[in-house]
């Protein structure tokens, strides 16, 4: 390996302890009571190492962002070839489901903690961005198939969106326990929420 090559593999290696320090604190924290100084602290470095590779807090939290928004795109890439568009928007559904079980951590960063979203706002929202237009036009292949007729992209898009969320929100937070009485397994009950609600949407 050259010189030049381990230099940047070293680089590569120390976003990536900082990155996963930084998720971890975010999680037992919060995003206020995040610092920067807690984050070099957990990796044994000084704050100074820290700004070399991120100017302030909410670039790392947009990273830890786009890093999951990256893992979630990588997975529904194979849905590009189910050719049935209503096919595909269910198959998505269930890969967003299946991301937010196996991966609690990027789902609470991503979609539950609250946190100023600044690369939102100027428009630096990439992968999330891309995750969106995705949603969108899967919907609107399903339109030129005859589906959700009279319905607007953007209205339904949300409303997908903000029902699977209420799901997997619940879950991630553990608050399936609410069905204790049921004796239903957790998973079962993220999945028969899943299915009714592909239900009503086979009905639009």
Not at 56 to 72: Q, T
Request: with cysteine; proline share 2%.
């Amino acid at each position: 390996m050259s010189i030049a090559s381990r230099k940047q593999k070293d680089k590569e290696n120390m976003r990536s302890l900082i990155l996963d320090a930084a998720r971890s604190i975010f999680l037992e924290k919060g995003y206020e009571q995040t610092s920067i100084r807690n984050i070099a602290e957990r990796i044994e470095y000084s704050p100074g190492t820290i700004y070399l590779y991120f100017k302030e807090k909410d670039d790392i939290f947009h990273a830890l962002h786009e890093e999951g928004f990256s893992r979630m795109l990588e997975q529904m890439q194979p849905l590009q070839f189910v050719s049935d568009p209503f096919e595909r928007l269910k198959a998505m559904g269930r890969v967003y489901m299946e991301f937010a079980k196996n991966n609690k951590d990027f789902y609470d960063l991503m979609f539950i903690m609250q946190a100023p979203m600044k690369m939102e706002k100027n428009d630096e929202w990439v992968m999330g961005d891309r995750t969106l237009g995705y949603l969108k036009q899967v919907i609107s292949e399903c339109m030129a198939t005859g589906r959700f007729q009279g319905r607007d992209v953007n209205f339904l898009s949300f409303t997908i969106w903000a029902s699977l969320h209420g799901m997997c929100a619940l879950y991630c937070r553990e608050r399936c326990q609410a069905y204790h009485d049921e004796h239903i397994e957790h998973t079962a009950l993220l999945n028969g929420g899943f299915q009714n609600f592909v239900d009503m949407l086979e009905k639009l």
